[in-house]
């Protein structure tokens, strides 16, 4: 979600498929999205969508390219 310099917000969704099962070991994700023109701010939202476990996040990296 992107909060707009007027208040407003910009949703920008984005779908990551992850394995069901990664064995215990930690699976790199990278997901890359284009700002909105106007942006002053970005919020995260993970979570699990129609799924069932545990989403475990760690070490975020948000950076311009």
């Known amino acids: 979600i992107f909060v707009m310099a007027d208040g407003t917000t910009k949703i920008i969704h984005g779908t990551l498929r992850l394995?069901?099962?990664?064995?215990?070991?930690?699976?790199e994700v990278e997901k890359s999205v284009n700002v909105?023109?106007?942006a002053k701010m970005m919020m995260l939202q993970p979570g699990l969508f129609m799924a069932t476990g545990t989403l475990e996040v760690d070490d975020i990296k948000v950076f311009a390219e």
């Open 36 to 38: 909105p023109e106007g």
């Open 19 to 27: 394995r069901a099962d990664t064995g215990g070991e930690w699976q």
